[in-house]
């Protein structure tokens, strides 16, 4: 029984590590609202189209519970997606591309969003392909300006 509980610990500490080693973290000193202001606007400005912005905060609010300030950005540019759902069409369960801004513990505010090279790797799109290098770019280009 030890040996069955360990190895379950083991598997599960080793898939949240790779899940924090797939995501990309951004600090801001903007406050959540501000820093999606400024990704929204970067993501106008860059041409690409804003599909949803989720207030996850307002809908905890809204049945009555409490969460940290959190907003997600879901937004996207065919330029880029197409190349990828051209490559294998399952790449779109994974896109449009997301980004949340989020308070922690400590109050200290990130950007975070998952390497499209990881979010990608269980469809059938190289590892080295083009597509993944240009999202990566747009996602630190994007992020880095909102954050700043």
Same mark, same amino acid.
């Given at each position: 029984?030890?040996?069955?509980?360990?190895?379950?610990?083991?598997?599960? !500490? *080793?898939? %949240?590590?790779? &899940?924090?080693?797939?995501?990309? #973290?951004?600090? /801001?000193?903007?406050?959540? $609202?501000?820093?999606?202001?400024?990704?929204?606007?970067?993501?106008?400005?860059?041409?690409?189209?804003?599909?949803?912005?989720?207030?996850?905060?307002?809908?905890?609010?809204?049945?009555?519970?409490? !969460? *940290?300030? %959190?907003?997600? &950005?879901?937004?996207?540019?065919? #330029?880029?997606? /197409?190349?990828?759902?051209? $490559?294998?069409?399952?790449?779109?369960?994974?896109?449009?591309?997301?980004?949340?801004a989020y308070s922690d513990a400590d109050g200290q505010v990130w950007l975070v969003y998952e390497?499209?090279?990881?979010?990608?790797?269980?469809?059938?799109?190289?590892?080295?392909?083009?597509?993944?290098?240009?999202?990566?770019?747009?996602?630190?280009?994007?992020?880095?300006?909102?954050?700043?």
């Amino acid at each position: 029984m030890r040996v069955l509980l360990c190895a379950g610990l083991l598997t599960f !500490l *080793g898939a %949240a590590s790779a &899940l924090a080693d797939d995501l990309i #973290k951004v600090k /801001t000193e903007k406050s959540v $609202a501000e820093v999606m202001d400024a990704l929204e606007a970067a993501v106008g400005n860059a041409g690409a189209t804003v599909f949803a912005r989720v207030d996850h905060a307002a809908g905890a609010q809204k049945v009555g519970m409490e !969460l *940290g300030d %959190a907003q997600l &950005l879901i937004f996207g540019n065919p #330029k880029l997606g /197409t190349p990828a759902m051209q $490559a294998d069409p399952l790449a779109g369960l994974y896109l449009p591309l997301k980004v949340l801004a989020y308070s922690d513990a400590d109050g200290q505010v990130w950007l975070v969003y998952e390497d499209p090279a990881e979010m990608l790797d269980d469809v059938e799109i190289s590892g080295d392909a083009p597509v993944l290098g240009k999202m990566q770019g747009a996602l630190k280009k994007l992020t880095g300006a909102a954050a700043n």
